[in-house]
């Protein structure tokens, strides 16, 4: 395994050393398109958290970039045929109207023209999806 010989927090740190930088590309978006760094204090993630946007981050990439773009402004290459087009997860002020449980309701089961996953993921990968998605707009990650 990896971790042998650097223990878990050092590997924590490297996963937030490469979340800070950006470097997390989206594999759906043509040239070297980034995810935009939450700005949300990282001194202040716990290991969860930490965990928590690694998981979301490549969970993002895989289900919700085609729609909602890599930085999550609802510009992704499938958004031209919604209407209404995705939701812009860059909307503070709408991300901040969101309960996580109706973030989770809105992940599991679909809004919209947007699906649901909740037959996909498992309860875990959607909080993790709603971490990540919180942090496109700036809003407060929180244990």
Known sequence: ??????GLGKALLIVAGV???GLIASSRQAGPRTFTTPPVPRAEWSG???????DGAE???KYCVAC???EGQGDGPAASGFDPP???????ERMQQLTDERLLEILSGGSGTMPGFGSMLTR???QAVATYTRTLSGVEVTE
């Open 1 to 6: 395994m990896f971790l042998d010989g650097i």
């Open 19 to 21: 979340l800070s930088t």
């Open 48 to 54: 969860a958290v930490v965990a928590a946007m690694t």
């Open 59 to 61: 969970l993002y990439r």
């Open 68 to 70: 909602h773009g890599a």
């Open 86 to 92: 995705p939701t812009d997860l860059t909307d503070a």
């Open 124 to 126: 875990e990968e959607l």
